[in-house]
């Protein structure tokens, strides 16, 4: 569908598939890997997709693209049902909502059990704070 609306707005088949492999999110080196061509002729298609969309960024391009890709209608259905699922669950709409809590502690603090191990430094990890360690690397 996309690939026919850029025909029509004067793109060639090739700059046409640019196009719309660019507005899915895929990177030149992707693309290129894709249609079989190097990194430089995808710029230049670039170059001319964007002169004859009268554009001036990838970014553009794919805002201008995105009302013609599928998958932006296929996916406001599919959130209707999924809608529906969650309200028909034991806890309503709430449940789709909760963010799960997963190790945090709650009212405690665990940097007091917790060590936390400097590159580079002299980590004293059996508890006694008492300061540096190298006092004979200077001679006393």
Known sequence: MLRDVLIQ????????????LVSKGL????????LFV??????FHLTNI????????RAQLIVWCLPHLGF?????????????????????AQAAQTIPAGNATVGGSIAATTT??????????SGTRGGNSDAGAMGM
């Open 38 to 43: 190097t990194e430089k002729t995808v710029k």
């Open 116 to 125: 936390t191990i400097i590159p580079g430094r002299s980590n004293d990890i």
């Open 50 to 57: 964007y002169k004859k969309m009268n554009v001036k960024s």
């Open 27 to 34: 990177s030149n080196k992707e693309v290129a890997n894709q």
């Open 9 to 20: 707005k004067g793109l060639s088949n090739r700059e046409a598939e640019v196009a719309e």
């Open 72 to 92: 932006v209608e296929n996916e406001a259905r599919q959130e209707a049902p999924v809608a529906a699922q969650t309200s028909n669950n034991a806890y309503g």
